[in-house]
């Protein structure tokens, strides 16, 4: 049985009393030694292992340069230099749809025409020149095949136009049906029917001669004995079908024509 003054929960059988009290002091000098560093590793634990970041969202970048929404569009390329030409031919001008067109045929003395941007006008007077004046010029193209001026200057009159006679004209006219035959361009394509064409204009009370008459006051007269409606066949081309180039379709009909026909009726273009 344990003494009195001796706690039974520090009692060991094995180890007498004495004993027992220097084990107590150990086994709480171990318990505080055990506590302590318990403690220090808690504390070397959380220095070294760094609280959880709290996410932040990156910081909004700092802009030194507009932004660029995109690339910028390709700048359009410098056309190249035009060629430039010096002729010399008849200035004419065309009914055609929508506002007219003026050229300038005969250049040079040969069969070609070029087509005009606009009427030329006479580069020491300042003056618009006349249908029919001899003109020479010099014409801008933009490429080397083509016969368009995209731009002139230097227009000069060689010879003015000789007036036109308007009173007491009887005209002579020679009507020329077409039919485009096939071309490596295109296919052929038939004109319209002479015999019709021709009773249009000499037939009934409404046909063109009669038309041209009434509305020009009686200065526009036909000679009736000596219209003729002929048909001519020429090559098909884009010149015909896409361009529609009168000029062009005028000069293949003409060269088409017997040369007794064009010599009665005045072809004007007649090689």
């Known amino acids: 049985m344990a003494p009195a003054n001796c706690d039974s929960r520090w009692t060991f059988e094995l180890l007498p009393y004495t004993w027992q ?3 107590q002091r150990f086994l709480l000098s171990l318990l505080l030694y055990l506590v302590a560093t318990s403690l ?9 292992t760094p609280p959880s970041p709290v996410p932040q969202s990156p910081p909004a970048p700092t802009l030194t340069n507009p932004l660029l929404l995109r690339s910028p569009l390709p700048q359009p390329m410098i056309a190249a230099s035009v060629l430039s030409i010096y002729i010399q031919g008849k200035l004419q001008y065309r009914t055609t749809k929508p506002i007219g067109s003026w ?11 070029y087509t005009l941007p606009n009427q030329p006008v006479d580069v020491l007077s300042g003056q618009e020149i006349s249908p029919g004046s001899s003109v020479s010029l010099t ?8 016969t368009m ?12 136009a000789m007036p036109t006679q308007t009173t007491n004209i009887t005209l002579r006219v020679l009507v020329m049906v077409i039919s485009l035959s096939k071309s490596s361009e295109c296919r052929s394509r038939g004109g319209a029917n002479v015999a019709q064409v021709q009773d249009a204009f000499l037939q009934g009370p409404n046909n063109y001669v ?7 006051n009686g200065m526009m007269v036909f000679d009736r004995n000596n219209l003729k ?23 293949n009909a003409e060269f088409q024509l017997l040369a007794g026909e064009c010599y009665t009726y005045h072809c004007p273009r007649v090689p």
């Open 229 to 251: 409606v002929v048909s001519t066949v020429i090559p098909c081309s884009t010149n015909i079908t896409v361009d529609c180039n009168v000029d062009k379709i005028a000069e």
């Open 149 to 160: 001026c995209s731009n002139i200057t230097n227009a000069r009159i060689i010879q003015a």
């Open 103 to 113: 050229l300038l045929t005969s250049i040079n003395g040969s069969r070609s025409s």
């Open 139 to 146: 014409c801008f193209r933009p490429n080397a095949s083509t």
């Open 40 to 48: 220090l590793a808690l504390d070397g634990a959380s220095a070294a």
């Open 21 to 23: 009290r220097r084990f």
């Open 210 to 216: 009669n038309f041209f008459r009434n509305c020009s």
